[in-house]
């Protein structure tokens, strides 16, 4: 019997990270079911992410806040300067230390995702300037989750994709502008094949 769909999609981004959002959510329609939660470095006041996003996204763009339900249909945002965690159905922030430098960061945000939903998690990692996303990445695969990396060529900075392929090279490398058609085009648990190839 098949299992039902994926039921979260984990973004972590960082360095020329804007750009690769707006390019991911543009191609997801609004009635594209499985929540998306982003994290993405950036400074502690930072305002406008959202609503750069909201601007061509169908689906509804959220800032996340502590104890948020999560609910299908939505992209929800790390807000600055905290951890994002989450649950099993619902959000949790945090003020711990910054990891790799960075709060929110990727890792912790994956990690929890991956220990929460397991085989029921698509882990996507795009641009972005260090390390941070690749150790949980890894959890998110061995978790028994999916895993799509931004192929380095298309990205405005590489290391982050290039960090995450190293821990992950059984990934599936898509160039940017393939992301969000990927994802649009998951029906339960079934992901298209993924036939692109790093650059």
Not at 42 to 56: A, F, G, N, P, T
Not at 137 to 161: K, N
Request: charged residues 20%; aromatic residues 6%.
């Amino acid at each position: 019997m098949d299992r039902p769909g994926y039921r979260l999609i984990a973004v972590g981004v960082s360095a020329g990270g804007l750009a690769a959002l707006r390019t991911v959510v543009a191609a997801l329609p609004a009635c594209f079911a499985i929540p998306v939660v982003v994290v993405q470095h950036r400074s502690r006041d930072s305002e406008l992410l959202c609503e750069l996003l909201q601007e061509c996204c169908a689906m509804e763009v959220g800032e996340v806040s502590d104890k948020e339900e999560i609910v299908p249909g939505r992209v929800y945002v790390a807000p600055p300067d905290y951890h994002l965690m989450v649950e099993h159905g619902w959000f949790e922030l945090s003020t711990d230390a910054p990891v790799r430098y960075s709060r929110p960061s990727v890792d912790v945000m994956f990690l929890s995702a991956a220990d929460a939903y397991g085989v029921d998690v698509i882990g996507v990692v795009l641009t972005g300037a260090n390390a941070d996303g690749a150790d949980g990445l890894r959890r998110i695969v061995d978790r028994g989750g999916y895993a799509i990396v931004q192929d380095p060529a298309t990205a405005e900075v590489r290391a982050m994709p290039q960090f995450a392929l190293r821990a992950v090279p059984e990934a599936c490398i898509l160039p940017l502008e393939q992301i969000g058609p990927y994802l649009a085009a998951v029906r339960g648990r079934r992901v298209p094949p993924c036939h692109a190839v790093p650059g």
